[in-house]
């Protein structure tokens, strides 16, 4: 139980276009699900928060308008990177809340824009 | 805000020896500790976690004990495999979102 995916696993896209990844909670119901973000051999820091049928709460430094956060049911939150840039290469991982405070991740998805 | 510290960044062992990480962290309302393994391209499982009412936790190898006095805790792994190669994070939660140490790579030579 508790299995998270993300889709797509990898993804390469043109500077400028937009890019949206999925996270779903497989077996069980997440109101709150989390974006990270991960730079090759660092920790994963945190990018935001989201909640069932309310707005993302994002963490400082991180453009709300750049990193388009849905979470319209209770399996299903999706990631939108906007006019997207090399800079925002990155591995982003998603992870859902199960049972109080454990978080169970996703495999991650690895986005090279060129 | 939660600050988490996490050592050693690096950890060679050989097969069959222990292998110990160490975290600290400095919010004493922190009521939540979970660790997790990392392989390369993948995302971060949950192997063990320990909630601040337990002093230590065992799951078959792999145990956490948890020191709230000196806000310290440490994931023990004993009898390493080469399957056990990988990078290793541990957490501290209150209520909220998971504050991460900056991870632990651990290499177990056969």
């Known amino acids: 139980g508790a299995v998270v995916s993300q889709h797509p696993s990898w993804v390469i896209c043109k500077s400028g276009t937009s890019v949206k990844i999925e996270c779903r909670s497989l077996?069980?119901?997440?109101?709150?699900m989390f974006w990270y973000r991960q730079f090759p051999k660092q920790s994963l820091m945190l990018m935001a928060t989201s909640n069932e049928g309310s707005k993302a709460t994002y963490e400082q430094g991180v453009e709300k308008d750049k990193f388009l956060i849905n979470h319209a049911s209770l399996t299903l939150s999706t990631l939108t990177v906007t006019s997207a840039h090399p800079e925002d290469s990155s591995f982003y991982i998603c992870?859902?809340?199960?049972?109080?405070?454990?978080?169970?991740f996703g495999p991650g998805t690895r986005l090279l824009v060129l | 805000g939660e600050n988490v510290e996490q050592h050693p960044s690096t950890l060679s062992v050989q097969e069959g020896d222990s292998a110990v990480i160490k975290c600290t962290y400095s919010d004493s309302a922190s009521n939540y500790f979970p660790w997790y393994k990392q392989e390369l391209g993948k995302g971060p499982q949950l192997i063990i976690d320990?909630?601040?009412?337990?002093g230590e936790k065992k799951d078959q190898r792999i145990a956490v004990t948890l020191n709230k006095t000196a806000k310290h805790f440490s994931l023990h792994i004993t009898e390493t495999q080469p399957e056990d190669s990988a990078v290793y994070f541990c957490a501290a939660s209150t209520q909220a979102w998971l504050v991460f140490g900056a991870g632990t790579i651990l290499r177990v030579k056969s």
């Open positions: 992870s859902a809340r199960h049972r109080g405070q454990t978080q169970y």
């Open positions: 077996d069980f119901q997440a109101t709150t």
């Open positions: 320990i909630r601040s009412n337990v």
